[in-house]
T-cell receptor, first 115, second 110 residues
Framework: GAVVSQHPSRVICKSGTSVKIECRSLDFQATTMFWYRQFPKQSLMLMATSNEGSKATYEQGVEKDKFLINHASLTLSTLTVTSAHPEDSSFYIC???????????FGPGTRLTVL | QKEVEQDPGPLSVPEGAIVSLNCTYS??????FMWYRQYSRKGPELLMY????GNKEDGRFTAQVDKSSKYISLFIRDSQPSDSATYLCAMSQGFNDMRFGAGTRLTVKP
């Protein structure tokens, strides 16, 4: 199946710093990638849809100035958590779609801990 | 009413049991149906992908879609402790509109 990678897998940072998370589709091109947040024992919550070459579309309640998304190429989308606070600590997961006949493929996730 | 309803469990079964996981949905326009398995602290892994109604089998896993009842199922035969995970159903109408169930936590006891 299609492979999606994320980097870093785990990050610990101080409150007020910014953190960048990368999502790459390794063996296919993805014009659209998705970013999710998942709190412990809860389901995935879609944060935003990342479109190559255009602005991301954010879900209601997600601050676009806090969660900056850049989809600079067909294989890379980045999520930057700006001025992170402890409440931003969560598991962030990206997904990408290689085409209609395949479903969504997810990255392994990035665990963010803000101290 | 949520678009996708899934009992979060937890569900505990003995090793070797047949597991039945289910989701219901309200949007009749959904036509792509998926099941994902998520181990703790890992990203979801695509298990089964089905287009429209019908059954699909892959090893010990069988996915069923009944669009008339807006009901999908995942069956796991001869369940193993390694099947212990959270199972998420997902469905979409088109390309960019996937909706997830809450996920069912499954534990298979040796």
């Amino acid at each position: 199946g299609a492979v999606v990678s994320q980097h870093p897998s785990r990050v610990i940072c101080k409150s007020g710093t910014s953190v960048k998370i990368e999502c790459r589709s390794l063996d296919f091109q993805a014009t659209t990638m998705f970013w999710y947040r998942q709190f412990p024992k809860q389901s995935l919550m879609l944060m935003a849809t990342s479109n190559e070459g255009s602005k991301a579309t954010y879900e209601q309640g997600v601050e676009k100035d806090k969660f900056l998304i850049n989809h600079a190429s067909l294989t890379l989308s980045t999520l930057t958590v700006t001025s992170a606070h402890p409440e931003d600590s969560s598991f962030y997961i990206c997904s990408a779609v290689p085409g209609l006949a395949g479903g969504y493929f997810f990255g392994p996730g990035t665990r963010l801990t803000v101290l | 009413q949520k678009e996708v309803e899934q009992d979060p469990g937890p569900l505990s079964v003995p090793e070797g049991a047949i597991v039945s996981l289910n989701c219901t949905y309200s949007n009749s326009a959904f036509q792509y149906f998926m099941w994902y398995r998520q181990y703790s602290r890992k990203g979801p892994e695509l298990l089964m992908y089905t287009y429209s109604s019908g059954n699909k089998e892959d090893g010990r896993f069988t996915a069923q879609v009944d669009k008339s009842s807006k009901y999908i199922s995942l069956f796991i035969r001869d369940s193993q402790p390694s099947d212990s995970a959270t199972y998420l159903c997902a469905m979409s109408q088109g390309f960019n509109d996937m909706r997830f169930g809450a996920g069912t936590r499954l534990t298979v006891k040796p």
